[in-house]
C-alpha cells in the first residue's frame, strides 16, 4: 500500500462522528424521553424525588416499561407499545455504541443483566439489537 493511500483510508474514517462528543448518561435519559412519553414523566418523577439524576435507579424505570410495552396482553395497543419499545431499544443500542464508559456501563448493568432476570426476558430477548444482545451474560 502506498503511503498516500494509507492517508485516504484513514481520512475516509475521520468523519463528522469522530468529531462528535460520547453520549452521557444525560444525553441518554434525554433521548430515552423524547422516545416515550411514559420515561418523560419516570423523568420527571426521578428528578422530584432524587433531586438529580441516579441512572442505574432511572433505567430501573426504563426496564420496567419496556417489559410493560412488550408484555403480549396490551389488546389493540400493542402494535403501538411494540414500536415505542423499539424506539427505546433503538436509544439503548445507540448508547452502547457512541456511548462514555459510564453510559454503556449503566446500560449494560442495569438494563440487560437485570432484563436477564424478568419473567419477560423471553419476549424482550428477539427485540434487542446486537450491542444488547452482546451484553447478556446469560443467566
Known amino acids: 500500500?502506498?503511503?498516500?493511500?494509507?492517508?485516504?483510508?484513514?481520512s475516509?474514517?475521520?468523519g463528522?462522528?469522530?468529531?462528535?462528543?460520547p453520549i452521557t448518561n444525560s444525553d441518554l435519559v434525554a433521548s430515552l424521553c423524547a422516545a416515550?412519553?411514559?420515561l418523560r414523566e419516570a423523568s420527571r418523577v426521578h428528578l422530584d424525588q432524587y433531586?438529580?439524576?441516579?441512572?442505574?435507579?432511572?433505567?430501573?424505570?426504563?426496564?420496567a416499561h419496556v417489559g410493560w410495552c412488550v408484555s403480549p396482553d396490551r389488546g389493540d395497543a400493542s402494535q403501538q407499545l411494540r414500536s415505542?419499545?423499539?424506539?427505546?431499544?433503538?436509544?439503548?443500542?445507540?448508547?452502547?455504541?457512541?456511548?462514555?464508559?459510564e453510559t454503556r456501563n449503566v446500560i449494560a448493568v442495569?438494563?440487560?443483566?437485570?432484563?436477564?432476570l424478568e419473567k419477560f426476558f423471553a419476549v424482550l430477548r428477539p427485540l434487542l439489537g446486537p450491542r444488547l444482545l452482546g451484553q447478556m451474560q446469560g443467566r
Request: glycine share 8%.
Open 36 to 38: 416515550s412519553a411514559t
Open 84 to 101: 415505542e419499545a423499539a424506539s427505546i431499544l433503538g436509544v439503548l443500542e445507540r448508547g452502547l455504541a457512541e456511548g462514555e464508559r
Open 110 to 116: 442495569s438494563f440487560v443483566n437485570d432484563a436477564e
Open 51 to 63: 433531586g438529580t439524576l441516579i441512572p442505574h435507579v432511572f433505567m430501573t424505570d426504563v426496564l
Open 12 to 14: 475516509q474514517h475521520a
Open 1 to 10: 500500500m502506498l503511503s498516500g493511500e494509507h492517508s485516504l483510508q484513514s
Open 16 to 21: 463528522p462522528d469522530r468529531d462528535r462528543k
